[in-house]
């Protein structure tokens, strides 16, 4: 079965920290470059980040600038979202998806997307 499959949410508390991986199944991230969007209770899809393939370049939205960091291990078919410093309005439920090229936009041609994993930033 060809997937993509998240982990890592949880609640945690303001200012602090989850890292997320995106494993793939079935297929190698290797062709693909990996987005990270994040959709929050009665809003619309966020791309929060992108990898592109080799790790070549890296793309972040302003609002996780400088706290989230995206990363790929393609030995391990994974691609991660460490996310630092926690804010409330970073709760969502996160998603991976693999397409042909950073950067991404809710409106990508997608070829694998994830179920999502979800965290709560709250004290």
């Known amino acids: 079965q060809l997937q993509l499959v998240e982990s890592g949410g949880g609640l945690v508390q303001p200012g602090g920290s989850l890292r997320l991986s995106c494993a793939a199944s079935?297929?190698?991230?290797?062709?693909?470059?990996i987005g990270w969007f994040r959709q929050a209770p009665g809003k619309g899809r966020e791309v929060v980040s992108c990898i592109s393939t080799n790790s070549a370049s890296t793309n972040y939205a302003d609002s996780v600038k400088g706290r989230f960091i995206i990363s790929r291990d393609d030995a391990k078919n994974t691609v991660y979202l460490q996310m630092n410093s926690l804010k409330p309005e970073d709760t969502a439920v996160y998603h991976c998806?693999?397409?042909?090229?950073?950067?991404?936009?809710?409106?990508?041609?997608?070829?694998?997307w994830g179920q999502g994993t979800r965290v709560t930033v709250s004290s």
């Open positions: 998806a693999a397409a042909d090229f950073c950067p991404m936009d809710s409106y990508s041609p997608v070829d694998y």
């Open positions: 079935g297929f190698s991230l290797d062709y693909y470059a």
